[in-house]
Every structure is written in structure tokens, then in C-alpha cells.
């Protein structure tokens, strides 16, 4: 593209794509609250706090995880780049144009989280679960601060088995979250992981397992004025 067109053109492009991210996203601000807090706790008593703030002036945002708690000793820590990749998904999905995934999204959000909290560990803590579970954490309580949609299921649904010669990992479907308006949707991959299930077959003939049932789970969702979707 480059020899094609030219540096300078190639760089001017790559700006106007920026800009108009950086545009869309203004415009989503303007029509969101001007204040929203969540809290989301996780089953030992660690929790994620994020409040939001919305200056309709400027059309900008503060992302402030103050109230996270510290950092800790497992391994569901989550590096800042992984809440800040939690940030940009949120936003984007709320613009409705079509506009492609990119750092303009951002220029209009000030994130912030505290230094050795559990969105941005020290180093040398252990991180391995803060991308496949406290990244679908960090989007619930974003969206729950938001106000436009209800939670998923916090997780990825890792499912993982082996031994010498069969390693096996994958991510199962759950239920998407309601909002004003609509229902969930049932058993679809949702927010930060973005992978597809193993077909039944593929499964079976590669491995040495027989799968007995693979079917939604009826009355695994919430309750809610919206209705709430099932996972497997």
C-alpha cells in the first residue's frame, strides 16, 4: 500500500480512521449518564470497583478503578494493558457505526487504575487468569456502570484436560447479558473471549472421549424485566 500510494497518504488515512473513532465514540458519551459506579465481587472477597464520569462539555470520560482491591497472590491479576483492552471493547461496542477496532477510541477515555491493584499488578506477580477470567469481570462491571447491560458470565468457561500425548483446551458458550429493551442471547461466546467450541465430531475423533450430552441448560439464566439467556 505503501508503494502504492505513498507514505504520506498511507499516514494520512491511517489518522482520518483515528479521528473518526475518536469522533464516534465523543458522540456515545454524549448520550450517555454523566455518573456510574459498580462493584463486582469475586467468590474470595477480591472486587473490582469502577466508577465513571462523564464530562458532556468536552465529551470525555474518566475510567477510574479506584477501589479495586490489591493485588494478589494467585494468579487473577490482570496486567493494565488487559483492562485497558477491556475499556476499548466496551466502548466500541456501543458505536453503532461501522467503523473499524483502533487507539482512536481511546483518545476520548481517561483510565485509570491504581498501581499494585488487581488491574494493575506490580511486577512479577502471576497473571496467567487475568486475561481468561478478570478480563469478562472487568466488561460486566463496565457495562453494569454504564447502565446498558447486564452481566455475562464473568468467565470463560475454561475447560481444559490432557496428559503426554492429548492436550485439550477450549472456552464454553454461556449466556450474553439483557438490556433496556432486549433479551440475551443464549449460548454464544461473549465480550473477551472470541473463540468457537470444538464441533461434537472433530472432538470425538480426535481425542479418546465420548461426549454424552451437548445441549443449552434450560433455566440457567437470571431473572429480569428483559429475558435472560441460557449457556450450555
Wanted: charged fraction near 15%.
Amino acid at each position: 500500500m505503501v508503494e502504492h500510494y505513498g507514505s504520506d497518504v498511507v499516514q494520512a488515512y491511517m489518522g482520518h480512521v483515528q479521528d473518526n473513532a475518536e469522533a464516534a465514540v465523543r458522540r456515545v458519551l454524549n448520550a450517555l449518564p454523566e455518573h456510574g459506579r459498580f462493584q463486582y465481587p469475586f467468590d474470595d472477597g477480591t472486587k473490582i470497583v469502577v466508577h465513571i464520569t462523564i464530562d458532556k462539555t468536552t465529551r470525555s470520560a474518566t475510567i477510574d478503578f479506584a477501589g479495586t482491591s490489591p493485588q494478589q497472590p494467585t494468579n487473577f491479576n490482570a496486567p493494565f494493558s488487559v483492562c485497558r483492552a477491556a475499556v476499548l471493547y466496551v466502548f466500541r461496542t456501543l458505536v453503532h457505526d461501522p467503523i473499524p477496532l483502533n487507539e482512536g477510541c481511546l483518545r476520548p477515555l481517561d483510565i485509570r487504575a491504581p498501581k499494585g491493584s488487581l488491574l494493575n499488578p506490580d511486577y512479577h506477580a502471576a497473571v496467567a487468569a487475568g486475561n481468561v477470567e478478570t478480563s469478562q469481570c472487568v466488561t460486566d462491571a463496565l457495562f453494569g456502570a454504564l447502565g446498558v447491560l447486564a452481566a455475562a458470565q464473568g468467565t470463560m468457561n475454561s475447560l481444559t484436560f490432557g496428559n503426554g500425548r492429548y492436550q485439550y483446551y477450549e472456552t464454553i458458550c454461556g449466556g450474553a447479558g439483557a438490556g433496556p429493551g432486549f433479551h440475551g442471547a443464549s449460548a454464544v461466546h461473549t465480550h473477551m473471549t472470541n473463540s468457537r467450541l470444538t464441533d461434537p465430531e472433530i472432538l470425538e475423533q480426535r481425542f479418546p472421549v465420548l461426549l454424552e450430552k451437548f445441549a443449552i441448560r434450560k433455566g440457567s439464566g437470571g431473572v429480569g424485566a428483559s429475558g435472560a439467556a441460557m449457556g450450555w
